[in-house]
C-alpha cells in the first residue's frame, strides 16, 4: 500500500465527485434549487454512453459526448416542464426539490423498467488497459481519462463564468433573478441553459464513474447524490471553486480513511466529517460566510 | 367474516404500515410547523427500531417496556444533537439532518456484534397489534392537536411565520425549536418500535437517505397546513404502488409522474382545508389564500 497509489486513487475519485457536484451547485446557485433528480440523469448518462458504446459502437469520446447530450436535455426538460412552472409560482424552495424526488423517482424507474435492474458493464476493451509509471506510480488509462477530463471540463466551466458575458451574466442572475431581469437580461434562458449545463457534467461524471468502477445500474444515482450533497456543503454552496476543492477533499478523506482506519468506516468518515463540519462552519470549509436575517 | 379474515391475512401488513408511515410523516410535520426543516426522522425512526428490537430479543421485555426505550432514546438524542444541530437554518439544517442520518445508518452498519450490522436484526417478535397503530395515531393526532391550539403551538407558528419577529416577542427560539424536534424524534420513534415489531427483521438501509426523502415527502405531498394533511399525504403514497400494482416494472414510474403532478398542480399539497371548504359549499370562486 502506497501512499502515491492511493494518492492517483484518490485524485480520480475526486474528481468525479467534483464533476458531479458542479452541476449540482450550479443549478443550487443560480436557480436556487437543490436538484434531487442530478442523480438520475447522471445515471442516464451512464446508460446513454453504454448504449452508444455497446450497440451503435461509437468510440468512447463521441460516447461521453452523446451521453452529455442526452443528460443535458434531460435536463432541460426538467427545468421546462416542471422548475420552470414553480418559478413562476414563486414556489417556496422545498416545493421544487420534492418535484425532483418525483422526476428521479421516475427516471430511476424507467430506466429499470426498460433496462432491469441488473448491473450492466461496458464490453471489454472500450478502454485500453494501459497504465503509465511515474517514478514508481502506476497510472492506467481510464484515470487519466478521468482526471484530464474532469479538469478540462471544470476549466472551460469556470473560464465561462469568469471570462465571458454569459458568464457575467449568469452571476448577476445568480446574485437577484429580479434585478437581472430589469438589467435585460434573458433570465428564462439562462435558467434553461444552466439545467442543461449541469445535466450535461453530471452525465459525464456518470460515464466516467461508470468506468471507474465498472457497472450501471438504475439506482447509480443515488449513494452519488449523497455525496454530492456532502461535496457541496464541504464547498459551500453554490460555490463552483468549493464544488471542486470539496469533491477532491472528499475523494481524499474516502481512500484515505479506507487506507488508514479500514473500508467499513469509509463513509462514517466521511459524513461525520460533513455533520461537524455543518456544526462548526455552516457556510462551509471554503464558503464564505452568507448571512440571511430576515 | 372469512372474507375479512383473508384480507387481512394479506393486507395486514400494509394496513398497518399505512399508520406507520402517518406517525412519520407526522413526526416531520411537527419540526415542519415550527419553521425548522429537520430531515432526521429516518434516523430517530431507526434508533427507536434498534432500541426496542434489542430490549425485545436481548432482555425478552415487555413490549410496552420497549416502546417506552424505542421512544425516549431517539428524544435524548434529538435532545443532545438539537442544540448545536438547530443553530442552522433552512438548508443547512436539512444537510446536517441528513447527515446525521447518514452518520448513524453507517454507525448502526459498523456495530456488528450489537446490531447485526448490514444482515440486520432477524426475529424479532411479532408484538405490535393492529390496536397499538391506531392507538398511537389517535393519540398523537389529538395530542398535536391541542399542542397545536396551546400556547406551544402559537409559539411555533410565530417562529414559522418569522424568528426574529418571535424572538422580540420574547418567545424563547431555541428551546421552542428544540421542544419540537424532541417531539418529532419520540414520533418517529414510535413508528419506529411499531414498525420493528411488525415486519420481524430491520437492516441499517431502511432507516437511510431514502427513507428520508420518503418521510419528508409524504407530508409535502399531503400539505402542511394541517395535522390532517401529513396524515393524507402517507396514506395515498403507501397505497399508491399497491394500487399502481398491475402496471408491474412502470409502477414506480407513475408513482413518481404522480408526485411531480401533484407538486406542480396542486400547491398546497392535496389536503388544502381552504380549497375543500370551497369545493363543498360548492362555491365557484377560486380561492385567493
Known amino acids: 500500500m502506497m501512499l502515491e497509489q492511493q494518492i492517483i486513487n484518490a485524485l480520480s475519485l ?8 458542479l452541476g449540482f451547485t450550479l443549478v443550487f446557485g443560480i436557480l436556487g434549487v437543490i436538484n434531487l433528480s442530478h442523480g438520475a440523469v447522471f445515471m442516464l448518462g451512464a446508460y446513454t454512453a453504454l448504449q452508444a458504446v455497446a450497440i451503435l459502437h461509437l468510440p468512447l469520446w463521441t460516447a461521453i459526448l452523446v451521453a452529455m447530450l442526452a443528460s443535458g436535455v434531460a435536463g432541460f426538460l426538467i427545468d421546462l416542464v416542471v422548475l420552470r412552472p414553480l418559478r413562476r409560482r414563486d414556489a417556496p424552495h422545498l416545493i421544487p426539490m420534492i418535484a425532483t424526488i418525483g422526476v428521479a423517482i421516475a427516471i430511476n424507474s424507467g430506466v429499470q423498467g426498460i433496462f432491469g435492474a441488473e448491473n450492466l458493464r461496458f464490453p471489454l476493451g472500450t478502454l485500453p488497459n494501459v497504465s503509465f509509471q511515474f517514478a514508481g506510480v502506476y497510472v492506467t488509462i481510464l484515470e487519466l481519462t478521468i482526471i484530464f477530463l474532469s479538469f478540462a471540463l471544470m476549466a472551460a466551466l469556470m473560464a465561462t463564468i469568469r471570462g465571458t458575458q454569459l458568464g457575467r451574466a449568469l452571476r448577476a442572475v445568480a446574485e437577484s433573478p429580479k434585478a437581472a431581469r430589469l438589467l435585460g437580461i434573458n433570465v428564462e434562458g439562462l435558467f434553461l441553459l444552466t439545467s442543461f449545463a449541469a445535466a450535461s457534467l453530471g452525465g459525464a461524471a456518470g460515464v466516467l464513474i461508470s468506468l471507474y468502477s465498472n457497472a450501471v445500474f438504475p439506482l447509480m444515482g ?65 464558503g464564505k460566510v452568507l448571512e440571511r436575517k430576515a | 367474516m372469512s372474507d375479512f379474515t383473508h384480507f387481512w391475512a394479506i393486507y395486514s401488513n400494509l394496513v398497518l404500515s399505512l399508520g406507520t408511515n402517518a406517525l412519520l410523516a407526522l413526526s416531520i410535520y411537527v419540526t415542519l410547523s415550527c419553521g425548522m426543516l429537520a430531515m432526521a426522522n429516518a434516523a430517530f425512526m ?66 456488528e456484534s450489537l446490531t447485526g450490522g448490514a444482515l440486520g436484526l432477524n426475529g424479532i417478535p411479532q408484538m405490535t397489534e393492529w390496536w397499538h397503530v391506531a392507538g398511537a395515531l389517535t393519540v398523537a393526532v389529538l395530542v398535536l392537536q391541542r399542542v397545536q391550539r396551546s400556547k406551544i403551538g402559537r409559539a411555533f407558528e410565530a417562529i414559522k411565520e418569522d424568528e426574529v419577529a418571535a424572538a422580540l416577542m420574547g418567545i424563547n427560539i431555541e428551546g421552542y425549536k428544540l421542544l419540537a424536534f424532541v417531539i418529532g424524534a419520540v414520533l418517529a420513534g414510535v413508528a419506529g418500535v411499531l414498525n420493528a415489531h411488525l415486519t420481524f427483521f430491520i437492516g441499517p438501509n431502511e432507516f437511510g437517505f431514502d427513507r428520508g426523502v420518503e418521510i419528508l415527502t409524504m407530508a409535502i405531498f399531503g400539505g402542511i397546513g394541517s395535522i390532517m394533511g401529513p396524515v393524507v399525504g402517507s396514506t395515498i403514497l403507501t397505497l399508491l404502488p399497491e394500487v399502481l400494482r398491475g402496471l408491474d416494472n412502470f409502477r414506480l414510474l407513475f408513482n413518481g409522474l404522480i408526485l411531480v403532478s401533484v407538486v406542480l398542480l396542486l400547491p398546497k399539497g392535496i389536503w388544502d382545508p381552504a380549497r375543500i371548504r370551497v369545493l363543498l359549499a360548492g362555491n365557484k370562486r377560486t380561492t385567493t389564500a
Request: charged fraction near 10%.
Open chain 1, 14 to 21: 475526486g474528481c468525479v465527485y467534483a464533476l458531479f457536484a
Open chain 1, 222 to 286: 443515488q449513494p452519488m447524490l449523497h455525496k454530492g450533497i456532502a461535496v457541496i456543503i464541504l464547498g459551500g454552496m453554490g460555490d463552483i471553486r468549493g464544488a471542486l476543492l470539496g469533491g477532491l477533499f472528499l475523494g481524499f478523506t474516502e481512500v484515505l480513511s479506507v487506507a488508514f482506519i479500514g473500508s467499513s468506516m469509509r463513509d462514517a468518515v466521511a459524513f461525520g466529517l460533513l455533520f461537524l463540519v455543518l456544526l462548526v462552519r455552516p457556510q462551509g470549509l471554503f
Open chain 2, 46 to 111: 431507526g434508533i427507536g427500531a434498534y432500541t426496542s428490537a434489542l430490549l425485545t430479543i436481548n432482555y425478552e421485555t415487555p413490549f410496552a417496556l420497549s416502546l417506552v426505550g424505542g421512544c425516549t432514546v431517539p428524544a435524548i438524542v434529538a435532545f443532545l444533537i438539537g442544540r448545536p444541530t438547530l443553530r442552522l437554518s433552512g438548508v443547512y439544517l436539512a444537510m446536517a439532518t441528513l447527515a446525521f442520518g447518514e452518520v448513524v445508518r453507517v454507525l448502526i452498519l459498523n456495530t
